[in-house]
Structures are given as C-alpha cells and as structure tokens.
C-alpha cells in the first residue's frame, strides 16, 4: 500500500511537470489548461511514474510503470509541437520485457548525448543508449541492482553530476538497527567507470538513523555546483517530522561524507511537516521544496522592500499548486488572471518551503497579481 501511494503522487507530478513546460512558453491569449497527452493503456502505456526529463528543445522524456507489449511498462518521448497550439507526439522508444531487460520503470533522467538514466521496480539502475542511426533501436544496459538491505531499497528519484554519476536516495533498507529493521534509508552514488565497458561502482553516502538526522526520504535528490547532495525526509529528525538535509563530500580524499539537517521540521509552528518531494534551488541559493501540512493560509500584505523574486510558488485564491520547479512566468498559463501568487523567502542558506498555504510567521512574503 506504502509503494502504490508514492506512485500515485509521481502521476500527479508527472501531469504537473508537463504543465510547468508548457506554461512558460505560454503567449497571453493561450493561458488555459490544456491536456498535452492522454495516455490509453495497453500497449500505448499506463500510470506514467516521476517528473519528465525536459530536453533542450522542450521534448519529454519519460516512463510508464505499466502497458506496452509486455505489459512491464515504457520508456516514452512526447515531442513538442513547433507551432503554438500544435499537437504534442508520443513515441514509444522502448518497450520493457522483463528478465535481464527490465520492467516496471519508475524514474527516468536525461544524460551526457541524450542517453537515459532510470530505475525499475527491482532497484536496477539502467541506461538506454540513443541509436547511432534514425532506424536503430535504444539499447538497453542494466548498470547496478541495489541488494535492497545495506544498500538501500525503494529508490526515490535519481540525479547526475557533470560527469555523469548517478546519485540518488532510497526510502529504506542502509542502517537495519534503525525502522524496525527495515532502514531508515540511504544516499547514495553509482560512480560511472572510467573505461567503456568497466563496471559501476556504489557507494553508500550516508545511512540515515532516523532521530536526529532524518528517516525515509520520499523524493531523490539535488545536486550543487560544489558537489553538495540535497534532499528531504519524510520523518525523523528532532521532532520526528522529516529533515531537509544535506549530505556533503571528504575534505580530504579517502574521508566520509558528512550529513547536516539543514531544518527539522515542527509541526507546531504551522510551517509544515513531513516533506515528500525534491528541492530545487534559486539563483541566490535559496532552497525549495514542499511539506505536506498544514493547510492554513496567510492574510494579504506588502511584500517587503527588494525582496526577492524566485522560484516555486502557492496561489492563495485557487487550488494550490505547491510543486517544487515552477517558474513565475507559467504562473499565467495555468491560473485564470486575476490570481494571486505568493512567494515565500528566507535568508541565504536557509530553507524555504512551500506548504498548501502556511502561517503568517514566515519572514518575509511578496505578492505577485496577474489580471
């Protein structure tokens, strides 16, 4: 039941994602909704999983959990329309059969040459490599299967570093003395080979201990220019509401990773609790994300002198939308004008979070009007 409801939300996000895309290309006279693709189960796919990848040119990259010829699921492309109103096309680019190719994907990433990075149900990590020619077909390589106790199990999301490691959190499995045997979870990294055909290499960052650092992440993670790996935890910490965390490299070669709880979440002081999604990052350093509850919203007021303008944002008159990524300019193409949208800040190097609505405590607020 755990597993069906996190997969339940990665559809949502899925839609969402689709929606910041669109919404920042958007032109005035085009600010609706607007379904891109319906997905008709079967051999076309069913139950898309985790944010799409976004290529360059706007296409979409990503995988359905179920359908396809094998009924193990899909790796897909939507290809965006080159003219405004045009039609989204869906392409399926492989087809999972099971056994030693995979099944039942759940994340997927773009990479260096446009190859794809995912993950399936049995914890491999796999690579789809882009044919050499128009006709050719995706290859597919299982790169590492994680053994589901030490190494962590219930990969969340993964992310890659300039030189192409992949890096990613679990939900469970690392520490066995902690959650009742099950682990606490992990971060961790697959180190890619320095020679065609070597072997991927894991390491286990940090094993989470759940009080005060943190227990079962529910979302992958995100990277800095520094080599600094972000994310969040669903429980643990001080209070034993989630963290968010950050989980940093040796100073010296040979050394361990070092975990810092960035904030411990109090469900006391009405700015949320229990983080489920990823963490995105401003242009200052900010850092973002979304807790689960409350659900209380704040009286209207002036924004404060020469605050910032950033990412990620909750409406306050509609239907929040409370996702991590979204860009101020979609705002317009998916709330009918005249909406309100509120963006929360807090100094550098703190965390700000973005709940269904919040309490008036926050620092500092700036409203933006759309009519």
């Avoid at 949502?12 to 669109?22: E, I, K, W, Y």
């Avoid at 590492?144 to 992310?159: C, E, H, V």
């Avoid at 800040?345 to 759309?370: D, Q, V």
Wanted: charged content about 15%; overall charge positive; hydrophobic content about 35%.
């Amino acid at each position: 039941m755990l597993k069906l409801k996190r997969y339940a939300k990665a559809i949502l996000v899925t839609v969402f994602a689709s929606l910041v895309m669109l919404g920042g290309t958007a032109h005035a006279k085009d600010r609706a909704y607007r379904v891109i693709h319906d997905f008709k189960g079967s051999s076309n796919g069913w139950e898309p999983a985790g944010v799409p990848a976004v290529a360059a040119n706007g296409d979409l990259y990503g995988v359905t959990i179920g359908g396809g010829t094998s009924g193990l699921g899909t790796v897909f492309k939507l290809t965006a329309p080159r003219t405004r109103g045009g039609a989204w096309a869906k392409t399926i680019l492989y087809d999972f059969p099971g056994g030693n190719g995979g099944g039942h994907p759940t994340s997927l990433v773009l990479g260096s040459g446009r190859n794809l990075y995912g993950v399936d149900f049995t914890q491999t990590l796999f690579e789809l490599k882009r044919p050499t020619s128009d006709n050719g077909v995706w290859t597919y390589t299982a790169l590492y299967t994680l053994n589901q106790g030490s190494q962590g199990s219930a990969i969340q999301g993964i992310a890659l570093d300039a030189k192409g490691n992949i890096y990613g959190a679990t939900e469970l499995g690392g520490d066995l003395s902690c959650g009742n045997g099950y682990g606490c979870g992990t971060v961790f990294e697959l180190k890619r080979p320095t020679r065609d055909g070597g072997k991927w290499r894991l390491s286990t960052l940090y094993a989470f201990t759940g009080n005060p650092d943190g227990a079962e992440p529910f979302a992958g993670v995100t990277l800095d220019q520094k080599g600094n790996v972000y994310g969040t935890t669903n429980y643990g910490g001080t209070y034993g509401y989630g963290t968010v965390y950050r989980v940093s490299p040796p100073t010296q070669k040979g050394g361990a990773w070092t975990e810092t709880v960035l904030y411990s979440f109090n469900p006391g002081t009405n700015i949320g609790a229990s983080p489920s999604g990823p963490l995105t990052f401003d242009g200052s350093g900010n850092i973002y994300g979304t807790p689960h509850l409350p659900q209380v919203r704040p009286p209207l007021s002036p924004a404060p002198a020469g605050a910032l303008k950033v990412w990620s944002v909750v409406s306050v008159q509609a239907p929040p939308f409370c996702c991590g990524g979204l860009s101020l300019n979609a705002i317009p193409a998916l709330l009918p004008p005249p909406a309100v949208v509120v963006l929360y800040i807090l100094p550098l190097l703190s965390i700000t979070m973005l709940p269904e609505g919040t309490a008036p405590s926050l620092p500092s607020w700036k409203e933006y009007r759309f009519v």
